[in-house]
């Protein structure tokens, strides 16, 4: 089973419970996370073990960014295999001392063990105001999507399959890889405003996400416009990369993607710029079945749900 399927298989066995998104909102304007960073899945070669630990919080924070939350206490729980120096078991617990100190939280407790293989299970306890979950979008809500697609899924496979990529590009990928930094400044303050009516962190990638958006809100999303810079774009050619390929069925991004109404819109890319986050219009949302559609010329083509799928670092 991979990690969809299991998925699917809990929230079966669970199925008084309502499992629906990556954020446990609580009735009393608090919620719950819990990210699980682990070594041979989740930290590619040539990552800082100071880099692992910032990110197996950024991955938890992203989270609650997407959803408003704010964190106010968390627990860390670290496993450690025999082959860590007390250098690199230092590095990760800074590296999340790092991240926590950045992102606002208190670590009230956590657990220490050991194991083959590193794992950082990073819970969190948070405060908001506004629910907002992967299925409120609604007919002629404009879809944004923040950061730099593509650049992710270059680095990963310049690093695990040894592809090519020219030097221009492959600083800006591989620090994209390394340096996990979710838009939470800003996608706490949009979630904040009220204006949002959909939105979910980009982690599994963004085929995958936009599918699950639409399904959720029983709603077609159809995309006119990739979500990156022109920039970017040019460099992604000039390495001979599948463009569409690395935007679609990457993953690994921890950006935002969210819809609003077109009355709003303005609003939120102000307060993208304030924030200086890059976000990028990317399309729109009308009634129809539960579907993804890109836009090239007059021809709609279906996107498929494909993503970042454990277990392993593979796309399916």
Known sequence: MNEIEIINYIRSAFKYSKL??????????????????????????GITFFQIGKKAIASA??????????????????????NLSDKNIKDIINGTKYAAKKYGFKLVG?????????????FLLGTYK????????????????TGEFGLTKAGLDHILLHQHIDARIKRLALKQVYNVEPPYKFAVEAIESGYINSSMDSSDGLAYTLNEM?????????????????????MLVYSKRNVYND???????????????QNNATFIEKLAK????????????VNGEPSVFFREGQKLNIIPKVGWINLGFHTV
């Open 274 to 285: 304030k924030n200086l986050t890059v976000i990028h219009k990317i399309g729109h949302v």
């Open 110 to 122: 956590g657990d220490v063990n050991e194991s083959s293989d590193l794992i950082v299970d990073c």
């Open 61 to 82: 924070i992203s989270d609650f960014g997407v959803k408003g939350v704010r964190p106010t206490y968390g627990l860390l729980s670290y496993a450690f295999s025999k």
């Open 247 to 261: 935007v679609m069925f990457g993953g690994e991004e921890y950006q935002m993607v969210l819809t609003v109404g």
């Open 214 to 234: 639409a399904f959720q809100s029983n709603k077609s999303f159809i995309i006119d416009k990739l979500p990156l810079s022109e920039t970017i774009y040019k």
């Open 130 to 145: 506004n629910q907002v979950t992967r299925g409120g979008a609604k007919e002629g809500d404009i879809i944004y999507a």
């Open 20 to 45: 629906d998104d990556d954020v446990a909102y609580l009735p009393d304007k608090t919620a719950l996370k819990v990210d699980m960073l682990v070594g041979s899945t989740d930290a590619p070669p």
